[in-house]
């Protein structure tokens, strides 16, 4: 942006700050929200009561953090977790090591990004869920069928985001950095990398929740055990407010780790003047 | 409705003309998070049917809270602005307003005749009518071949252009500019307030113009507002009794230019040194546009 | 290098690595004995004697409207909800902390518990994907309503643009890049639960069908089905690439331009 396009400082909202910059849909911090929080408790407490809902369907709350507290205590839930949790874990740390090593390879050498680029918009958008057949017949019910998702789905997701990282790259630093005679290695540690990370702290943050997703799912479609596995089972039992409970379980674990990108994006991103929309993921 | 580019001049200077826009007793205090801030105190003023108005003052004068109060953008916290006998609530239908960034007041997402003719579709105007306004705009402000660009691949002169472009279409009784011209480099300025001043002999329009720059609100107006720092007051309306036929060589070094320039620029500092009234609780402004 | 030369050669630069990674695929598989991965073209030949046949119409029909119509609704739900928060503080604050949670659920969880409500049909696949589609689109564009340009609003409000005008002139498009981010996250959540909402009581349907044939160890069949998928979710990618080159034409443009003053 040219200077012409910053907000007229004269204008005493702005000098005043009196109006609050603007800023992200970001996580509660109102005392709204709260109160927004526990008025939607109240109602999926209250209607199924009031038998507006069918209560078969729709358990009241209670019901389903009776049933959760019951789920915590067997060993079968934490074994899911740990299940769940090494699936995501596991296969985000695969798709982070891969899509940045590859993105920031591909992203500098330009003949290797032109060659490339036709193949990454194929293989992009094929939807992970179209390999659960070959990961089953692959590895059967093993970590692995789950990892083949996790992968394949977070890696594609960050790759695409260290390669717009890298292009963005800005041309007179690019010069620079050519007559100052840096070398591969410093182009890549002082130029590229400061660069490129606003959009690799986003890759990471997409590719968090995609991975999330598919360690579910590969429970939930019966490639693998893990929280998916076990909303499966309850639902074929019946057990009504236990699938819901286990549903609000995988959300919680869900809003924790996007709380834990964000802040993770904003602890490495405090220098950067402007967090990037992500437009363009 | 006259033709807003062939429109004859009514003007004659020195005769003296009705009010068209009181400004009466304005003030304006922000409040919020725990302090207040008085931009605006105690305004009045008035501008004549066809007068060209520049209201000058020290950066972080309110000048800006001034103009949108008048605008109808802002209410004010006291007083009353009054248009051709109403008292302005809202945006007025018969008034338009040129902001200063003109990258930012201009749809992106639409061509230049897209912007210009936007305002008058809101009029309901048939579409010929709406097409002869919008040549005959962008044809005043020389931009005739630039209709179907968007504002983005023209240069920050072209895109205020635009803007006043899309006031002119507009056919207001009252042109408000705030700052327009603080962002566009010397010449381009030059061209554009010489634009201005034949923009309103064509037009007969009622212009007032808000800048902080002395020398501009000398030579374009025929009457100059000096306002104090914030909380603003007025501390002098001055009557520029330059010829009306005014140009950038002549008038710029006529002895007279010299001498009102001088005053104005006198009247400036002091008011920085005594703002008008008890101290700004607000922090001090951070850095000036010019 | 005149125009065609140089036509020639992106088109070379393009299809140089896929041509060269099908032909090694082609040629390594050829001779294949492993009964999981039978020759390319095997697979190939199998390709159109599976998908072109009534099974275009009785699977892959029903499969691609269900995504259409929830991918539809999604948007319109989410853009219309999406407006209505961004322009409202008070009801934006109180919704939320609901919503990042209800976004952050994994979309298929939801799966067991809304076909609870609305059965296995059509219209419950249907509802699986609005409501895991809704979230991204309906965040976006709280975000993109959020961010309208002061200036411009003023703009806006000084030549009387208001109600649906101001809606439809200022607050859509400039929350457009924004709104059409969110949907191209919905776009492939949609063709996820497309898939996996078929895996749960269904008789017909492209995922249906693809896992029918794994359990049934119909290898060529099922590798078949893995590359509809792979095609479907390519051309839907290539559609939707189209339409935002289309639609925020204004948008990179006025960035490059940004770009090129800085």
């Known amino acids: 942006m040219t200077t012409t396009d910053v907000p007229a400082l004269d204008t005493p909202d702005a000098r005043a700050g009196l109006v609050p910059a603007r800023r992200r849909f970001a996580p509660p911090s109102s005392a709204l929200g709260l109160v927004g929080l526990a008025g939607f408790a109240v109602l999926i407490e209250v209607l199924p009561r009031t038998g507006l809902v069918p209560r078969d369907y729709f358990p009241p709350l209670s019901a389903m953090v009776t049933a959760m507290v019951d789920e915590v205590q067997t060993q079968g839930f934490w074994d899911a977790l740990t299940e769940t949790l090494m699936g995501w874990g596991i296969g985000l740390g695969i798709a982070l090591v891969a899509g940045i090593s590859l993105g920031l390879l591909l992203g500098s050498v330009e003949v290797l990004r032109r060659y490339t680029a036709s193949t990454i918009e194929f293989l992009r958008p094929v939807p992970s869920v179209a390999l659960i057949p070959l990961a089953v017949l692959l590895f059967g019910f093993q970590l692995q069928s789950t990892l083949l998702l996790v992968v394949y789905a977070a890696f594609w997701q960050v790759l695409i985001q260290v390669l717009y990282g890298v292009q963005d790259v800005d041309p007179v630093a690019r010069e620079t950095a050519r007559s100052y005679q840096l070398g591969p290695v410093a182009r890549l540690r002082y130029l590229i990398w400061p660069t490129a990370l606003p959009y690799v702290m986003t890759g990471v943050r997409l590719a968090a929740a995609v991975a999330l997703i598919l360690a579910v799912t590969a429970g939930l479609v019966g490639v693998g055990r893990g929280l998916g596995a076990e909303i499966a089972v309850a639902q074929s039992s019946g057990a009504v407010p236990l699938v819901y409970g286990l549903v609000i379980t995988t959300g919680l674990i869900g809003v924790v780790i996007n709380l834990l990108a964000r802040a993770l994006e904003r602890r490495t991103l405090s220098w950067h003047s402007s967090m990037r929309a992500d437009i363009g993921g | 409705m006259s033709d807003p580019v062939a429109a004859p001049s009514t003007r004659q200077p020195g005769q003296p003309r009705t009010a068209l826009l009181d ?258 609780t607000g922090p001090a402004p951070a850095g000036s546009p010019t | 290098m005149s125009t065609v030369a140089r036509w020639a050669r992106s088109l070379f630069v393009a299809l140089a690595l896929p041509v060269v990674l099908i032909a090694l695929w082609w040629v390594l598989s050829a001779d294949s004995k492993n009964y999981y991965s039978p020759p390319l073209q095997t697979i190939v030949t199998t390709f159109g004697e599976v998908w072109f046949s009534e099974r275009l119409r009785d699977d892959v029909l029903p499969s691609v409207t269900r995504l259409v119509l929830g991918y539809t609704g999604a948007v319109v739900l989410g853009v219309g909800a999406g407006v209505l928060l961004g322009a409202n503080r008070t009801l934006r604050r109180l919704t939320e902390p609901v919503l990042e949670f209800f976004r952050a659920i994994p979309p298929p969880a939801l799966i067991p518990i809304l076909f609870l409500f609305a059965g296995i049909g059509d219209t419950a696949k249907i509802i699986v994907i609005v409501f895991g589609a809704v979230w991204p689109v309906l965040l976006n564009t709280v975000e993109g309503v959020r961010a309208v340009d002061e200036v411009l609003s003023d703009t806006s409000r000084s030549y009387g643009i208001s109600g649906w005008a101001r809606l439809r002139r200022l607050v859509l498009p400039s929350a457009s890049p924004q709104i059409i981010a969110g949907m191209r996250q919905a776009l492939s959540i949609s063709i996820i639960l497309m898939v996996i909402s078929e895996l749960f009581g269904s008789f017909n349907g492209l995922g249906f069908t693809i896992i029918q044939f794994q359990r049934s160890f119909a290898i060529p069949e099922m590798w078949s089905g893995i590359l509809l998928l792979g095609i479907l979710g390519f051309v839907l990618s290539l559609l939707f690439a189209l339409f935002e080159r289309r639609s925020l034409r204004w948008y990179h443009g006025l960035r490059r331009s940004q770009r090129g003053e800085k």
């Open chain 2, 23 to 280: 400004v009466d007793r304005v003030q304006k205090t922000y409040t919020g998070q725990g302090r207040t801030v008085e931009a605006v105190r105690n305004l009045t003023f008035s501008v004549g049917d066809g007068e060209l108005v520049c209201i000058v003052g020290p950066s972080g004068a309110g000048k800006t809270t001034l103009l949108k109060v008048i605008a109808g953008l802002l209410e004010p916290t006291s007083g009353t602005v009054t248009l051709d006998g109403t008292a302005v609530t809202g945006p007025p239908p018969s008034m338009a307003v040129v902001f200063q960034e003109y990258g930012r007041s201009l749809f992106p997402w639409m061509t230049v005749e897209g912007n210009v003719e936007l305002p008058l579709k809101q009029k309901k105007m048939g579409k010929e009518r709406r097409a002869e306004l919008v040549r005959d705009a962008l044809e005043a402000v020389g931009l005739a071949d630039a209709h179907s660009a968007y504002p983005w691949q023209l240069s920050g002169g072209m895109q205020q252009r635009v803007a006043i472009a899309r006031a002119v279409a507009y056919q207001p009784k009252v042109l408000l500019m705030d700052e327009p011209f603080a962002a566009v480099d010397a010449q381009t300025r030059a061209d554009l307030e010489d634009l201005i001043r034949s923009l309103w002999h064509r037009l007969g329009v009622t212009i007032l113009f808000v800048t902080h720059d002395i020398d501009e609100s000398v030579y374009l107006g025929e009457r100059v507002l000096v306002l104090s720092s914030s909380p603003t007051v007025i501390m002098e309306d001055l009557a520029i009794d330059l010829p009306d036929e005014r140009n950038q060589l002549d008038t710029r070094s006529s002895p007279r230019f010299a001498e009102l320039r001088h005053h104005v620029y006198e009247q400036i500092q002091l008011a920085k040194h005594r703002r008008g009234g008890e101290p700004v």
